[in-house]
């Protein structure tokens, strides 16, 4: 994240108008700052994966057009992320005047409500104080169910009625998030479950720019970028977003899960950060990835998951959580420094996938939450499994388990149980895990689990399971 520059100095509109400061809306800005950052090369929306070709050139474009956009797309796509990350293209700092009774941010120079007009007309400019506005503050964002009008647009106050205010007055106003966020940028996420009238509310500032509450003749103009989020599933049914809504959006960004398997994994190794280090570090050899990765890309292709809900990024990330925490776990028990995950770990992702999944009640055929779960991990393993076997054919770990070796496996038991009944290993296995699984027994009885999972899924060998542990035999 990039460090705040000092304030600027101005502090009265004297000496703003000296500083040679100009107004801009909130579009120009972005518009203005997006097209230098494109024009130096600079990364546009760094930590996004996955959308360059696709997603991102249709953001670019409706940035330039000056466009309100709807990002329109499943569960854990980073359509929040990207909004929030709009607030980039801000100037850093913005002049406002500085009255304890404005509601708003006032432009110094255009003013929008009767106060902030009334100041600038009756003082001098070396008596009205300016103050300045971070962008880091210029972006507020709403979940659309629960919300009421009033939240988000404003309500007449009756406190203000009581103290004499005439209803008809602006003064009269309590102000929602959207004409507080005055030269910023509003996002309402899960728009196709925002009230009718609330819709309503939202057409007008997009059609005119401007705040009626209650249907008194109190106007005046807001600058503001909008930005909306929904669910195709949602969205596109008919009668859940008032078309005259649909039609004042400018532009739609339709987003998407990785396309790639290799695009899901770096994501996980970017929000994962720093997490493997440590006192007790964890070493995840790249099958690993491989395998929380695909199990998330199975669930999303599975009939027995609603696919119309989606499978979030989170699911991914947050099984890779939990894989890693059994495994440190297990590094801390036995003092096994780095700890390696191994397919034992895997019996945890129940704590972290179910309720992240939502079943196909019309394909399910009476099958648990856990059922489907298992079927999906089942497959992954098979998938990653038979790639491996295609790419190194694997003969020689295949043999090893020929001459009737029994391994008993779980999340739980020490490495050393795994050497004692492997005491070499393959030179194959060094090449297929791009690990070296000679060199420490954890990194070997990770490749061993996987193996026996493969060996498994593909019916060469045999699984009893009994009180937590697996045990595998010929």
Partial sequence: MNVATATPTATTLKELIESGWKSKTVKQEIRDNFTRMLAGGEELFPGIVGYDDTVIPE???????????????????????IMRMLTRFLDEWIPYIDHPDLPVHEDPTHPVTSLGKQLIQTLDPDQIKIAWWHRDHRYSERLSPGTKFADIIGEIDPAKLTGGVSMSAEEALSFGLIPRMHRGIFAMNELPELDDLVQVGLFNILEERDVQIRGYPIRFDLDIMILFSANPATYNRSGKVIPQLKDRIGTIVQTHYPTERDQGIDILRQEIGEDLGGE???????????LIEEITEQARRSKFIDQASGVS??????????????ARQRGILHNERPAVPRISDLGHLYSSSLGKLELDL??????SERQVLDAVVAKAVSVIFAEYVEKHGLGEIAEIFRSGVRVEVGDLLPSSQYAERLQSVPPAWDLAFEVN??????????????????LYSMDRISRAQRHGKIEYEI
């Fill in 437 to 454: 699984a000679s060199e420490n027994e954890a990194v070997r009885a990770s490749c061993v689990e996987f193996v026996l999972a493969g």
């Fill in 59 to 81: 953001i670019n474009l409706a940035l330039l057009a000056g466009h309100d956009m709807l990002f329109l797309g499943e569960k854990g796509q980073a359509k929040s992320r």
């Fill in 280 to 290: 007790y570090p964890v070493q995840v050899p790249y099958f690993m990835f491989q």
């Fill in 362 to 367: 019309m394909g399910t055929h009476q099958m």
């Fill in 313 to 326: 990024a989170r699911f991914s990330l947050a099984n890779f959580r939990t894989m890693i925490a059994s």
